[in-house]
């Protein structure tokens, strides 16, 4: 079978929508706001919280996943994982990540470079039991990132589900969130023949925000 790689003729043309400083929020978590709305309210549209997380390993190389973002407020964004995974220690060595949004039906994007840091153990207490047992079981039966197989980790979880089939799951030391302070927040929203707008906020020492266009 001939595997088809040229992509070049791949295009799309964007022209939905306009983004412009004038109509921008002065503080970018409230137009981050904006635009989740518009994001969770479209029905193309299947989890507006999905979001690459992008980090720099212990082995010098950057990766990227998707994972789900389950806060924001003026202080930054949340999400949740295992502390000793690849991505846990990756962030703790090296906490400057950045966030992604690509919301295709609504032809946007949002980049958020930030700081991470733990969020208190009371958070991450009171996130984990409002998770689904099921959630909170995995958490635990998961070595995350180790070299595992599929009937070991279902083994692990078997035995969890009987250890604590009559009692509260706690929640391990080593599973909890992050909370990324933003220092720079870019809106993307595509138009036509590549010019697309691009509204980036910049962090300044006297905690304002500076708003500028960025060429496509």
């Known amino acids: 079978m001939r595997m088809q790689n040229n992509l070049g003729h791949y295009r799309k043309s964007y022209e939905s929508r306009v983004l412009t400083e004038k109509e921008v929020d002065p503080n970018p978590i409230q137009q981050f706001h904006r ?3 518009e994001a969770d309210a479209f029905d193309g549209i299947a989890e507006a919280n999905a979001m690459a997380v ?3 390993g212990l082995d010098g ?6 994972l789900l973002l389950k806060h924001y407020d003026e202080q930054g ?3 949740y994982t295992n502390y000793n995974s690849e991505k846990g220690r990756s962030i703790l060595a090296h ?3 950045c966030l992604s949004f690509f919301w295709p039906p609504l032809e946007r994007q949002v980049i958020i470079q930030g700081t991470a840091q733990k969020v208190s153990s009371n958070t991450a207490d009171h996130y984990f039991q409002s998770r689904p047992k099921g959630s909170q079981l995995g958490a635990l039966a998961s070595p995350q990132s180790e070299v ?3 009937s070991e980790l279902e083994d692990r979880l078997k035995q969890l589900e009987k250890q604590y089939q009559h009692t509260e799951i706690p929640r391990p030391d080593h599973w909890g969130g992050f909370i990324v302070l933003p220092v720079s927040v870019e809106f993307w ?3 036509p023949n590549r010019l697309h707008d691009r509204i980036r906020y910049r962090l300044q020492t006297d905690q304002s925000w500076k708003i500028e266009r960025l060429a496509p």
């Open 35 to 37: 635009w989740f709305l």
């Open 54 to 56: 992008s980090t720099l």
């Open 61 to 66: 190389f950057p990766k990227s996943r998707i």
């Open 77 to 79: 964004f949340v999400f």
């Open 95 to 97: 906490p400057q990540v």
């Open 148 to 150: 595992i197989s599929r």
């Open 189 to 191: 929203q595509g138009r």
